[in-house]
């Protein structure tokens, strides 16, 4: 509920600070005291448009402060956890108007757009009066008021659910049919790619292996020229083994005795070995390593051929069995296709004639809700001298491309004043204190269906009196025990059935004149109700009134 309301050089007002407390509060005051700045100030708070008239002359700017204790899960918490804003010590909307006209809006300090501002104020208050309607007037809430009359919140889950369901079925359905289109579109393509990949047959690091064996191959000739001049090296005339035969002759032409040469004449036998064993691998590496023209070609030809693949396809080498992979599962869901959209499309239908079903059941159980609240409403008008109007709670089906989470209708409030008159939209039916009334009579019935914890009614009372406005005194009394009401009246019946009474009254301060608000102990506010009944001049009759009109609240 609003727990403050601090403004600051608003109009006449200089400064002022409410601390409004539950139950049913009475704003009362001569006309033209400024209760009507009190609203407006409330109303920039909420995110009313600003108006450089609303600066008090001479300042610089006006400033309004609200602050709201919600209970725990008001929707207004968690709009405010969406944006990352903390509430751990309540809900303040401050709003800064500059005398240029230019404002600034707050939440906890945060700045924010005023759109915020504006969402978070009709979550919190509600005002009726006869210049301003501000949540019942608005049909958007029309359906779910209904709804928590009616206390239909267990087939309105079903509904959503069966909506959500229908909803990923038709998505389902429409990916697919997407897919089967696209993949029909480039079927051809497809076909071609995977014949000429398929025979192409690109395996997993091809490239590779193929660029290694090719410069393998291409090195071939050189090996083999290599090997064929180390073995003339060893073989030539004037070569190694000459050289060895002529040091083993000489050794043995040595006169006897000779033992002393015979370990060189060993080594020279082993270096003959070694040598004889080298010219034999020599002369086998020679005959293997000859050049493999064919070989070489034709590993060229297949790495030639992948790199000119690749290039088609805009792709790398390494990239082609993957690519080739993914062609053959597309044609493969292309030819299944057909077959996989026929199952998607029963269940489309099936989830299609569960939410139909739902929201049948949720429009039968509207419109019998309708038919109570209508009733409902009927028996509070009477007594708030609204006999002739006819409200009327209207169900209407609404097109299947319309149908969503909240069922297959939309409602609507309709009122026709007076008999032989069509029902038409609320706000376009009543004059300004018929239709503040007619929102209360509507506000009483649907108390229990409602989330806004503050209600505000602006001269509810005009153009009525005696026990009509009882009547409206004992309604706001009634809506009072579970809501926090604040009530703008001329009504002394209205006032009196009030938990506590403001006065709103000008004074003389030193900068001219000010509205200020008097909070009226019992003494004081026997007197304005006094006043409010007799005008300038209060007599004993009037205080005597007064007091029966006060003995009632208890």
């Given at each position: ?544 009134a007064a007091d029966s009109l006060l003995a009632g609240v208890t």
């Amino acid at each position: 509920m609003l727990v403050s309301l601090s403004i600051r050089d608003v109009v006449l007002i200089e400064r002022l600070d409410l601390a409004p407390g539950a139950g049913l509060t009475a704003l009362t005051g001569e006309t033209g005291a400024g209760k009507s700045i009190l609203l407006d100030s409330l109303g920039l708070a909420l995110g009313d448009r600003a108006d450089a008239g609303l600066v008090r002359a001479g300042t610089a700017q006006a400033s309004v402060a609200a602050g709201f204790a919600p209970p725990d899960g008001h929707a207004a918490l968690a709009v405010l956890a969406e944006h990352g804003i903390d509430t751990e010590g309540g809900i303040v909307l401050r709003r800064v108007v500059a005398a240029d006209g230019r404002s600034k809006a707050f939440v906890n300090d945060e700045p924010v757009g005023v759109a915020l501002l504006r969402r978070l104020g009709a979550l919190l208050v509600e005002v009726q009066g006869q210049f301003a309607q501000v949540g019942l007037a608005d049909e958007a809430t029309h359906a779910g008021l209904l709804d928590a009359f009616g206390r239909l919140a267990a087939r309105k889950a079903t509904v959503a659910g069966a909506h959500a369901a229908w909803r990923a079925a038709r998505h389902a359905l429409a990916d697919a049919e997407a897919a089967v289109a696209a993949a029909r579109a480039e079927e051809d393509f497809l076909r071609h790619g995977v014949a000429e990949l398929g025979k192409l047959a690109p395996e997993e690091g091809e490239e590779e292996a193929l660029d290694v064996a090719r410069r393998r191959l291409q090195q071939g000739e050189r090996r083999a020229e290599g090997y064929a001049e180390a073995l003339a090296a060893l073989t030539r005339q004037k070569g190694a083994a000459a050289a060895l035969r002529d040091a083993a002759r000489a050794l043995d032409r040595l006169p006897p005795p000779n033992d002393e040469a015979q370990p060189a004449l060993a080594a020279i036998g082993r270096a003959q070995d070694a040598l004889a064993e080298a010219e034999t691998l020599l002369e086998r590496l020679a005959a293997d390593s000859g050049p493999d023209q064919q070989g070489l070609e034709r590993t060229e030809e297949r790495l030639f051929a992948l790199r000119a693949m690749a290039r088609k396809h805009h792709t790398t080498v390494a990239a082609l069995p993957a690519l080739l992979a993914e062609w053959r599962e597309r044609l493969s869901a292309l030819d299944a296709g057909e077959e996989r959209i026929g199952g998607l499309a029963a269940a489309a239908t099936a989830a299609r004639a569960t939410y139909r079903d739902a929201a049948a059941a949720l429009s039968a159980a509207r419109a019998e809700a309708a038919q109570k609240l209508d009733r409902a409403v009927a028996k509070e008008l009477g007594p708030l001298k609204l006999e002739k109007a006819r409200f009327i709670t209207e169900v209407t089906a609404l097109p299947e491309e319309q149908w969503g989470a909240s069922g297959a209708d939309a409602v609507r409030f309709l009122v026709a004043m007076n008999p032989g008159l069509p029902p038409a939209p609320l706000a376009r039916t009543a004059s300004g204190g018929e239709l503040a009334r007619l929102m209360l009579a509507l506000k009483v019935v649907l108390a229990s269906a409602g989330t806004v914890p503050s209600l505000v009614f602006d001269e509810v009372d005009s153009g009525i009196g005696g026990a009509t406005a009882a009547a409206v005194g004992e309604r706001l009394a009634r809506l009072a025990t579970g809501l926090q009401v604040l009530v703008v009246t001329h009504s002394p019946q209205v006032a009196a059935k009030a938990a506590v009474q403001w006065r709103v009254e000008k004074r003389q301060g030193k900068g001219g004149t000010v509205t200020t608000v008097v909070p009226l102990d019992d003494m004081a506010r026997r007197e304005e109700i006094a006043r409010m009944l007799a005008g300038e001049r209060v007599t004993d009759a009037a205080r005597a009134a007064a007091d029966s009109l006060l003995a009632g609240v208890t």
